[in-house]
């Protein structure tokens, strides 16, 4: 059983359309999370939903929309896609919000490449 | 000054040996630390938490914190070819995660 699932693995489009990708968790985890991963490897936070309310919104530009319908699922729709948002994308999900935390569960991530 | 910073490296290590991985934080009041592995094209994987100043063992991995110092390190004896991968030292801030850079670590035979 996969505890964070992530779909699709791999998205190759064209400038300028509009994609999704979506993530499900069921570790029964109250909060989740997107991450980019750029291509020096640093993971970057973007969002962050705990129990479907959005807790985290970093300076991400405001064509990428995430959307929580409850707590197992979180997925992020992008808009006008642009050459440099070019990455590979991973939902995470923790047990904990806030607190002395623990650490997150990775999904296996999405690559997504703007031609 | 960077939030969590690590040597890129490639550190590189011979089979067998010990390998350390050092972080260093800004925040001096951070209160839990993670280290994860991440092998290429793959996702990260928690290998190691720590909360408290001093040693934390699990089998081949000694995590070290060392908060007046705002320094966490990670110790991998025996480093097998299988260790390598890039490793990714994380601190909690408020509300988030924040990681470092990485630390590319080659283990030779």
């Known amino acids: 059983d996969t505890a964070v699932s992530q779909t699709p693995k791999y998205l190759v489009t064209q400038m300028g359309n509009d994609k999704s990708i979506k993530c499900e968790q069921n570790l029964g985890h109250d909060t989740m999370y997107w991450y980019k991963q750029d291509s020096k490897k640093f993971l970057k936070i973007m969002f962050s939903y705990n129990n479907k309310e959005l807790i985290i919104n970093e300076t991400v530009p405001n064509r990428f929309s995430p959307k929580s319908p409850d707590k197992a699922h979180l997925n992020l729709h992008i808009n006008s896609l642009e050459l440099g948002d070019s990455a590979v994308y991973f939902c995470?999900?923790?047990?904990?919000?806030?607190?002395?935390?623990?650490?997150?569960?990775f999904g296996s991530g999405t690559r997504l490449t703007v031609v | 000054q960077k939030e969590v910073e690590q040597n890129s490296g490639p550190l590189s290590v011979p089979e067998g040996a010990i390998a350390s991985l050092n972080c260093t934080y800004s925040d001096r009041g951070s209160q839990s630390f993670f280290w994860y592995r991440q092998y290429s094209g793959k996702s990260p994987e928690l290998i190691m938490s720590i909360y408290s100043n001093g040693d934390k063992e699990d089998g081949r991995f000694t995590a070290q914190l060392n908060k007046a110092s705002q320094y966490v390190s990670l110790l991998i004896r025996d480093s097998q070819p299988s260790d390598s991968a890039t490793y990714l030292c994380?601190?909690?801030?408020?509300?988030?995660?924040?990681f470092g850079t990485g630390t590319r670590l080659q283990v030779f035979p």
């Open positions: 995470a999900s923790s047990q904990v919000f806030g607190g002395q935390g623990f650490g997150y569960t």
């Open positions: 994380a601190v909690k801030g408020a509300d988030k995660l924040i």
